[in-house]
């Protein structure tokens, strides 16, 4: 007779109590929590089973309640422990002890166990927060007592059971010294520093005390200290974000005057340690502020009526042709002025004011063109000069260029926009000089002027132009060069030539592929790439991938990593407390799934966890990045990969795993450049056979050609 499954609900697990044997038993999903607890306690004799609950033995160790124990899975290993309730009160018992050893105890125990929100919820219903506090406040706790008090306090803060409000100005300004003080301890510093970016960013009025608390300078001076530098540039990043925009220009100029760019360029980008992932993001987050700083000049139009306006565009003029310095247009001069706006490649010549009356790029195009008229003379009037040497049809219009330049870039670097949560974009040379983005726009108009020439372009080809030079831009920027000369190196290499090249180098060319036999010839070898890229996919799941838990405050860096086993029937994952630097066994992911229970593979706003309202995940590039598996029973693991390359990797291998077509974009390319290598090695073979007049030739067998390709 056949053995029939065990039911659906039922799950066996093991339940352990210190000092005891661990009771094997199978859990009914259908009977309330209270009864199952009931009959643990039982099998220990113990009495009072409502002052007990159960516990995950792994990982975070988090308390089993009626909403997280369809988590609970066969083998899972639980511990059974007294109730959130119980543990919040013997808890604030201990901390007002008279021993300090029993009060260090019990702050290191509270420190862990406020991660759990169902334990911080009773905590905080006993007016734990308010205890916790008053200890800061009264400012006799020192050391590692400070540290776990502290940790406690943002732990149960970051659950959002309260408001940041809430919190009084004597703790603010308490939390404030510990940062403004020459000599504290480094985890009571990454603790205050934390707890006042929570602040800052969760609460407007904390934010003004909190501004009035703390100086920018000794924030900056954090910064040499590699313990710290991390939580101190987040803050300085939270005020930044958090000032008023009529302020934030001042801001800006205090931050340039402590040296804040020479000193992240020096400690942080040079220093001796790489820049992890935290700190890119951060650097990330600074570059868009910065370069926030630009959005009013760019959404505001000339006033072709506003004669101070005008007058920067007389000044251009000038600059270029040496003519006086009298803005004053009598009817005389008025031809003239044309003539020569003409030269300088306006569109409107006969009032060039008009040029600027599109937003974006606004006025910001003429601040990058008078910046480069004024800083680099010499540059601006060969530029001038050389165009309007050429034939008419040939010369490249200066500031018809420079205004479309300043857009793209504008668009390329995302001014105006919030920055994305899951981003580290940050490009070191930004940090190079106090004025960056103008000595980019300064490179890339030279740039401009030796792409147009290497087309051989005329006015009609401007937009071909401009889309080129947008390429050359783009993909020197990808390559991250550490300087602005640097860049200018790259750009100099991304001639039209060389883009041309790359550009054929990464696609098939179609005229070349259109006949029968080699239509013929890819139908054959596609399946063959497809089943490659599937192995190679599976592999990677295998190897397995780390990922940030959402939610959490960043400088708190929590993880947890997922890899598929070996014989791809099982996925295990689990919770980690920091990044790993190499392989995670599957002995340390307590977690796993089924790949038969999986049901489908959800994308985007799709996902169980984006369908939330939180600004996070309402952020374009997160949806981007989030997927979800559903699996039996109704359950979700939801994940946000850490970047566009990972998210293809997981989706890609999740269609394999489930006999789905892959579909993503890194497919595409992967299936694109593979068969573009192994029908050229096809070919090449073709071309080398020497066809015998007799016998016959034996058919060629299929190729055996294994190509390893490097997805890094």
């Known amino acids: 007779m056949p053995v029939m499954p065990p039911p659906a609900d039922i799950v066996k697990v093991a339940i352990e109590w210190p000092g005891a044997n661990a009771q094997l038993i199978e859990i009914d999903q259908k009977k309330p929590l209270p009864s199952i607890i009931r009959e643990v306690c039982d099998g220990w004799s113990l009495s009072g089973s409502e002052q007990f609950a159960l516990r995950n033995a792994d990982g975070q160790q988090l308390y089993i309640t009626e909403q997280s124990r369809g988590e609970i899975k066969n083998g899972t290993i639980l511990r059974l422990a007294i109730s959130p309730m119980r543990a919040a009160r013997q808890l604030l ?8 050893d029993a009060r260090l105890e019990a702050l290191k125990e509270l420190a862990k166990l406020s991660a759990d929100p169902t334990f911080a919820t009773e905590f905080i219903n006993m007016e734990g927060l308010g205890t916790l506090a008053r200890l800061v406040e009264s400012g ?16 149960l803060m970051d659950h959002g059971i309260v408001s940041w409000d809430l919190v009084s100005v004597s703790f603010i300004k308490q939390i404030t010294g510990y940062v403004n003080q020459p000599m504290v301890d480094v985890s009571i510093l990454q603790r205050s520093l934390a707890i006042l970016e929570s602040m800052v960013l969760n609460s407007h009025s904390l934010y003004q005390r909190v501004a009035q608390e703390i100086t920018v300078g000794q924030l900056i001076s954090h910064l040499s200290n590699q313990e710290i530098q991390t939580y101190a540039i987040a803050l300085i990043n939270a005020l930044f974000l958090k000032t008023p925009e009529d302020r934030r220009q001042e801001m800006a100029s205090t931050l340039a005057q402590k040296h804040l760019r020479a000193i992240i360029l020096n400690h942080i980008i040079r220093g001796n340690r790489p820049v992890k992932a935290e700190m890119a993001h951060q650097l990330y987050v600074l570059q868009v502020l910065t370069f926030n700083l630009l959005e009013e000049r760019m959404m ?17 003029r000038r600059i270029a042709f040496d003519g006086d310095n009298d803005p004053s247009a009598t009817e005389k001069r008025k031809a003239i002025y044309t003539k020569d706006y003409k030269m300088l490649g306006f569109t409107n010549a006969g009032n060039p004011a008009l040029d600027f009356t599109q937003s974006p790029p606004g006025m910001l195009a003429l601040d990058n063109m008078l910046y480069l008229a004024k800083l680099h003379q010499d540059t601006y009037i060969r530029l001038v000069l050389e165009n309007s040497s050429r034939e008419d049809k040939h ?3 200066f500031a018809r260029c420079a205004i479309e330049l300043t857009r793209m870039l504008c668009e390329i670097l995302q001014v105006g926009e919030l920055p994305n949560e899951g981003c580290n974009d940050y490009h070191p040379m930004f940090f190079t000089h106090e004025r960056a983005w103008e000595e980019f726009f300064c490179i890339c108009m030279q740039l401009i002027n030796k792409t147009w020439k290497e087309m051989r372009a005329t006015t009609e080809d401007f937009n071909k132009v ?12 990808a390559m991250k060069p550490s300087s602005l000369e640097q860049m200018r190196v790259k750009l100099r290499s991304l001639s039209y030539a060389e883009i041309l090249r790359l550009r054929q180098s990464e696609r098939m060319s179609q005229d070349d592929f259109q006949s029968p036999p080699i239509i013929e010839l890819r139908e054959r070898i596609q399946p063959e790439i497809l089943e490659l890229i599937k192995q190679q996919r599976l592999n990677r799941l295998c190897e397995g991938s780390c990922f940030r838990k959402l939610g959490n405050r960043r400088r708190q860096e929590k993880f947890w990593f997922c890899r598929l086993s070996l ?35 959800l994308t985007g706003k799709d996902c169980p966890h984006m369908k939330e309202k939180s600004a996070l995940k309402q952020n374009k590039e997160v949806l981007e990045l989030a997927f979800s598996i559903l699996y039996d029973p109704d359950e979700a693991l939801n994940f946000v990969a850490p970047n566009k390359y990972e998210y293809c990797i997981w989706t890609d291998g999740l269609s394999a795993l489930l006999g789905k077509e892959l579909g993503s974009d890194l497919t595409r390319s992967d299936l694109d450049t593979l068969m573009s290598m192994e029908m050229k090695l096809r070919l090449l073979d073709l071309e080398n056979i020497t066809i015998p007049e007799a016998p016959p030739p034996v ?6 050609y294994n190509f390893t390709y490097n997805y890094g």
């Open 567 to 601: 014989n791809h029937k099982i996925l295990h994952y689990g919770d980690l407390d920091e990044s790993p630097q190499g392989e995670v066994p599957f002995e340390m992911l307590t977690d796993k799934i089924a790949v038969s229970d999986i049901k489908a593979v």
């Open 395 to 397: 010369e490249c219009p």
């Open 140 to 155: 006799t706790h020192f050391g590692e007592m400070l540290a776990f008090t502290l940790t406690a306090f943002l732990e």
């Open 699 to 704: 058919p060629k067998e299929p190729s055996t």
């Open 93 to 100: 018992e201990r901390m007002q002890s008279h021993g300090i």
């Open 300 to 316: 505001t139009k000339m006033d072709p009526n506003d004669q101070a306006q005008r007058d920067f565009i007389f000044e251009l």
């Open 466 to 477: 401009m889309t080129v030079v947008r390429e050359q831009m783009s993909r020197a920027l």
